[in-house]
Structure formats: structure tokens, C-alpha cells
T-cell receptor, first 112, second 110 residues
């Protein structure tokens, strides 16, 4: 019943490569979020968007960037991947700022 | 005071036990509260909302204590499949978005 999709599911890439993690949702939600989570650790908000052409940085400083050109699409880009970027990246969306978040199944990134 | 705090656990309980987790929050004007479940290496999934009057869904009961600013999750008759990390979600101090607690890990043993 997934209404929010992330691709790729797994990505292994070498240092210095540019990567884009895709996130799309079909629920028409204005609010979208990117979280970073290491195994066994808590979620860290790295970017969020409250609508088209609106993006903000989250609590955790990240070298990644995001864009929101269409309501349904919220891609995250790393211009030059480094081993420290190895982590799981989770995308989520919500109807309002106080509505529960719906998560995609994540992208597990490994930078060698 | 931190926006949200949870005991990280782990809580190790036998099958059939009743276990309860608390989660404290700092924004006294908070209106929306949720419990999520996260399995190892999976995405968090909404378990239940927390209403002022409390709510129950099968073996799970969620309650809100506004005076002491905490929410709780009670699991009765624990199953092996309940083993997971339970995340509480509350409004941040600015009240402009929801924030996740660090999670409480539950391990149910045979």
C-alpha cells in the first residue's frame, strides 16, 4: 500500500561521485521530509519542504541539497559522496505539520 | 528541557508480559501525539495516535498525561513479534512540526 516511493533501495558508490536519491509520493501532501539514520541510532531531520519551491535545512547539518519543483517529488542530491555519508536515508510526507508522517522504505547508501 | 525524551532501553520481557513505555515532551501547547514502531533496518510505521481521552487498539493502549507532559504506550500479552523500537512523536518547541524521540527498544523473549 506504499504511497511514497524511494529509489534506489540500495546504493554502493565510490567516493567523489554525484548521487541523487529519489522520493515520490502520490498522496498530494505538501509537507515532505528527509531523515538520516544510522543503524540502531535515532532519526535526524536533514531537510524539509512545506510546498513547491520551499525547502529548509533540518536539525542535522548535511552536505546534501534538495529541490521541490513538483508537489509529488522531493529528490536529495550529494554532489560529491564521501564515506561519512554512508547511512540510511528516509523520505516522508504528511498532510499537515501536525499530521502523522508516512515514510518510504528508505535508501541504504554505502560510499566506498 | 529536551523537546522529547524516551528511555532507550532495551526492555527485555518474557512473552505474555505487560510492558509500558513513557515519553516526556516539553511543548505544553502540544496537541498531536503519535507512537511509531520501527523494525531493524526498516522505516518507522505509525502504530497509533494518542488522544486526550486515551485510546486502545487490541493489546495496545496509548495515554496522554498533560499535567506531567508525557505520553505512554502499554502493551499487554507481549508477543515475540512485538520486538522492535518504539518511537514517540510530539510537536517541537516551536510548534511548527513533529519531532521524533530517540526510541525505546523492546525485546520479547520466549
Amino acid at each position: 500500500e506504499a504511497d511514497i516511493y524511494q529509489t534506489p533501495r540500495y546504493l554502493v558508490i565510490g567516493t567523489g561521485k554525484k548521487i541523487t536519491l529519489e522520493c515520490s509520493q502520490t498522496m498530494g501532501h505538501d509537507k515532505m521530509y528527509w531523515y538520516q539514520q544510522d543503524p540502531g541510532m535515532e532519526l535526524h531531520l536533514i531537510h524539509y519542504s512545506y510546498g513547491v519551491n520551499s525547502t529548509e535545512k533540518g536539525d542535522l547539518s548535511s552536505e546534501s541539497t534538495v529541490s521541490r519543483i513538483r508537489t509529488e517529488h522531493f529528490p536529495l542530491t550529494l554532489e560529491s559522496a564521501r564515506p561519512s555519508h554512508t547511512s540510511q536515508y528516509l523520505c516522508a510526507s504528511s498532510e499537515t505539520r501536525s499530521s502523522p508522517l508516512h515514510f518510504g522504505n528508505g535508501t541504504r547508501l554505502t560510499v566506498t | 528541557r529536551k523537546e522529547v525524551e524516551q528511555d532507550p532501553g532495551p526492555f527485555n520481557v518474557p512473552e505474555g508480559a505487560t510492558v509500558a513505555f513513557n515519553c516526556t515532551y516539553s511543548n505544553s501547547a502540544s496537541q498531536s501525539f503519535f507512537w511509531y514502531r520501527q523494525d531493524c533496518r526498516k522505516e518507522p510505521k505509525l502504530l497509533m495516535s494518542v488522544y486526550s481521552s486515551g485510546n486502545e487498539d487490541g493489546r495496545f493502549t496509548a495515554q496522554l498525561n498533560r499535567a506531567s507532559q508525557y505520553i505512554s504506550l502499554l502493551i499487554r500479552d507481549s508477543k515475540l513479534s512485538d520486538s522492535a523500537t518504539y518511537l514517540c512523536v510530539v510537536p517541537n518547541n516551536a510548534g511548527n512540526m513533529l519531532t521524533f524521540g530517540g526510541g525505546t527498544r523492546l525485546m520479547v523473549k520466549p
